[in-house]
């Protein structure tokens, strides 16, 4: 069942922190120079998220692969993760698709995923 979110102040502020796009911004800074720039933050989940659900995926498709693939991969391929009937991959893949993942690289707007000092300078990778 459909429920429309409250517009109160919390109803509202939730509606907004999830439309897209949110920006990453790169920021350097030395003695002389100070710049930024600002990317999407989209494009970065996306791959993330794809890499990642295929990770998830892969004892399911290890039966697949060939040996020698197999071989170099013992630790995702194995274990107490292992699948053990295909209802555990229909579950997994609605999950992935339905944005279980989906913010994976959110953080509070602020706070820096990299912050690198050296030899006069700043790099910042910071959440916007």
């Known amino acids: 069942m459909m429920r429309l979110r409250p517009l109160d102040a919390d109803g509202v502020r939730d509606y907004v922190d999830e439309l897209r796009p949110r920006f990453v911004l790169v920021r350097v800074r030395t003695d002389r120079v100070r710049f930024g720039w600002a990317v999407p933050l989209y494009p970065f989940e996306e791959i993330l998220t794809f890499v ?24 995702l391929t194995t274990g107490a993760g292992k699948p053990t009937t295909s209802h555990d991959l229909i579950e997994r893949c609605d999950a992935l698709a339905g944005g279980a993942l989906r913010d994976l690289l959110r953080i509070p707007n602020g706070e820096p995923y990299v912050s690198v000092r050296a030899a006069g300078a700043t790099v910042d990778v910071v959440a916007l």
Do not use: H, I, S
């Open 52 to 75: 990642l659900g295929a990770v998830m995926l892969l004892p399911w498709l290890a039966p697949m692969m060939p040996e020698r693939a197999r071989a170099t991969l013992p630790a």
